[in-house]
């Protein structure tokens, strides 16, 4: 079993829809959870991280994390064609520790 | 204002060379890290280096060897490349201070070995 699941997709939805990206992971010594948005043959970008469980809102974007379940997901609503990327969880333990990545989830927003 | 910049965007070599990928950051951050893009897209953490003290991923091959010239930059010099090198290689940095350990990626280097 891979640390961190991931479906890679490619996920499409029309415009505006409500989008529900997903990770689960089995390793209970990971804090923090982050999203990455990465366009194609660009580096990954920071959208959000959360620390243990809970929910965090920023825009259109919300990330959820539940601990007991190993789960985390990041819901975009109103979601545009610019939202058209590959999405990657990660996660760590902290400190210098390196990022586990998913394998991302192709998003595709149709206009 | 680029925030982690890298140099070469592309490279394409020979198998056997040796080549160095260099990354520089401007944000005053203490960590910096390298990880390898695979051609199926998985991103994996080959390093880190902090405050001096490098941790090595134990399964990157010691032909990869990073060194850290100073605190805002972190190269890769790899030996003897081999096919399987071919990838997208990203550096990355986190601030010191910084318990969530959010990380700050490079645009990548694109590693092609013929």
């Known amino acids: 079993q891979k640390e961190v699941e991931q479906d890679p997709g490619p996920l499409s939805v029309p415009e505006g829809a409500i989008v529900s990206l997903n990770c689960t992971y089995s390793?209970?010594?990971?804090?923090?959870f982050m999203w990455y948005r990465q366009y194609s043959r660009k580096g990954p970008e920071l959208l959000m991280y959360t620390y243990s469980s809970g929910n965090k809102e920023d825009g259109r974007f919300t990330a959820q994390v539940d601990k007991s379940s190993k789960y985390i997901s990041l819901f975009i609503r109103d979601s545009q064609p610019s939202d058209s990327a590959t999405y990657l969880c990660a996660m760590t333990r902290g400190g210098a520790d390196g990022l586990t990545f998913g394998k991302g989830t192709h998003l595709i927003i149709q206009p | 204002d680029t925030a982690v910049s890298q140099t070469p965007k592309y490279l394409v070599t020979q198998m056997g060379n040796d080549k160095s990928i260099k990354c520089e950051q401007n944000l005053g951050h203490d960590t910096m890290y390298w990880y390898k893009q695979d051609s199926k897209k998985f991103l994996k953490i080959m390093f880190s280096?902090?405050?001096?003290?490098?941790?090595i991923n134990e399964t990157v091959p010691n032909r990869f060897s990073p060194k850290s010239p100073d605190k805002a930059h972190l190269n890769l010099h790899i030996n003897s490349l081999e096919l399987g090198d071919s990838a997208v290689y990203f550096c990355?940095?986190?601030?010191?201070?910084?318990?969530?350990?959010?990380?700050?990626f490079g645009p990548g280097t694109r590693l092609t070995v013929l």
């Open positions: 280096y902090n405050n001096k003290e490098l941790i």
């Open positions: 990355a940095s986190s601030p010191r201070d910084s318990r969530v350990n959010e990380q700050f």
């Open positions: 390793n209970s010594a990971f804090q923090y």
